[in-house]
């Protein structure tokens, strides 16, 4: 079994909140490959399916953001599922708007919701990093994060969101760098271009 846990906040006033973009992707794989219904389990919400012909656990913590590490514990303990097999959902400050990178391990970049699943879990899962941009100055990162995404922002998101629940099997199957691909190719067919590279990128 395999667990995807997407991050965000609980209740409708976070619901359009870059830090909510996880949320947005998990509930978008939920939709186009019908997995079952909703449930309030391991403080999150949880609903089962199949992807790439592997049981597949969608969570998505009920903690709030910087507790998201007990959730996510409390669901691999109990189908015991090995930190390799979890794969995160979130967004990724360092990451120029438009942009999606996977990598398993490395750092947390600041991410609370990342630095409690490492707390309580270990470091060695999947992240697929969703980029919503930096405000330029560390002040405004709060606010940054927590405010919904522009109206001319949501082109690219409803982009990159589709893709992730299209080509979702793709990361079940171990073809990570392909999945990737497959969200850059999607958002320059819809002619959004890839910006360049920032000096945080790892």
């Known amino acids: 079994m ?3 846990a997407g991050l965000g906040n ?3 006033r976070h619901a359009a909140n870059r830090h ?3 949320f947005l992707a998990v509930d978008a794989i939920h939709r186009r490959h019908r997995f079952g219904p909703w449930r309030r389990r391991f403080q999150g919400e949880t609903s089962e399916g199949q992807l790439g012909g592997e049981r597949v656990l969608l969570l998505k913590p009920m903690t709030f953001m910087n507790e998201s590490g007990r959730s996510v514990s409390e669901a691999l303990n109990f189908f015991k599922i090995e930190i390799g097999n979890l794969t995160v959902f979130h967004d990724e400050i360092d990451l120029a708007a438009m942009k999606l990178r996977v990598k398993r391990g ?3 970049a600041g991410h609370n919701g990342l630095r409690s699943i490492s707390a309580h879990c270990g470091n060695e899962y999947w992240r697929v990093r969703i980029g919503v941009g930096h405000p330029g100055v560390p002040e405004l990162v709060h606010s940054h994060v927590l405010n919904d995404f522009a109206k001319d922002e949501m082109g690219w998101v409803d982009t990159i969101i589709d893709t992730i629940a299209e ?3 793709l990361l079940v199957t171990g073809r990570a760098e392909q999945f990737q691909n497959r969200i850059h ?17 790892d």
Do not use: W, Y
């Not at 190719?185 to 990128?201: I, W």
């Open 106 to 108: 490395g750092g947390i």
């Open 167 to 169: 080509d979702a099997e």
């Open 2 to 4: 395999l667990l995807f």
């Open 185 to 201: 190719v999607a958002l320059r067919a819809k002619g959004f271009n890839e910006p360049p590279a920032s000096p945080a990128e």
């Open 20 to 22: 909510n973009v996880g």
């Open 10 to 12: 609980p209740g409708p």
